[in-house]
């Protein structure tokens, strides 16, 4: 019975784990060997793809999937064995582990053992490189959800309110609390005619009227 040595690398972290397993063993059993390998929470959906050189995902091999590949017939991981998916030296499969908080990997199959070591229970770790970021757990997102809203900006900054104003841009609170209003330019411009006009009827009552009405056409002039 053959053994496949996979090697599994975090497409974005430089993280790598060597698995040893055997070819009649399935993905569901390399699914298990990979999260024990970074020490993660096996239990979530995922999915492996048969890929080619250029990491391009193909035929989907998925482990707790949704209602929607269900319906659509997906493979599951649990029902074919690794060689049947073999057909390279290198054979590479694209891996997505937990969709809702995902971490891509690059697997490919570095090497073909002839024979399993005695006394060894496959999958197994070989080789460990790098640590894995830290996993996003369904309980960091309750908890996330759960604290308690951010104070307003309001309170936080001390920001006042905008005083209230009328259509005609005055003040309300000043009428409110007894105060007067400030004079439109309209008003003040209505109110400089008419201390004008008072002027001069003042000034034509004291006699200071035209030249023409105080004087006339005298001819002594």
């Given amino acids: 019975m053959a053994i ?6 975090f ?4 993280a790598v784990r060597e698995i040893d397993i055997k070819s009649n063993q399935t993905f569901e059993d390399f699914h298990y060997a990979i999260h024990k390998a970074i020490n993660y929470d096996a239990n979530q959906a995922s999915s492996f793809y048969v890929s080619n050189d250029q990491w391009i995902k ?3 091999l998925a482990f707790m ?4 590949k269900v319906e ?5 991981m649990k029902d074919f064995k690794l060689s049947k998916f073999i057909d390279d030296p290198h054979q590479k499969f694209y891996y ?3 969709f809702d908080r995902p971490f891509d990997f690059h697997v490919e199959l570095s090497k073909i053992l002839l024979d399993p070591e005695a006394g060894v229970e496959y999958p197994v770790c070989v080789k460990s490189t790098g640590e894995p970021p830290k996993q996003f757990k369904a309980a960091a997102v309750v908890a996330a959800t759960n604290k308690e809203p951010l104070e307003s900006l309001d309170d936080e900054f001390d920001i006042e309110e905008p005083e ?3 259509e005609f841009g005055i003040d309300v609170e000043d009428f409110s609390s007894g105060g007067t209003a400030t004079k439109t330019s309209d008003e003040e411009d209505e109110q400089s005619e008419v201390e004008d006009g008072e002027a001069e009827d003042e000034f034509g009552e004291l006699g200071f009227g ?8 005298r001819d002594d002039y």
């Fill in 4 to 9: 496949y040595r996979f090697r599994v690398a």
């Fill in 11 to 14: 497409e974005d972290y430089d």
């Fill in 58 to 60: 193909g035929e989907e």
């Fill in 65 to 68: 999937p949704n209602e929607r």
């Fill in 72 to 76: 659509r017939g997906i493979k599951l």
């Fill in 96 to 98: 997505i582990s937990n």
């Fill in 164 to 166: 209230e104003l009328d």
């Fill in 210 to 217: 035209s030249g023409d009405d105080e004087y006339g056409d």
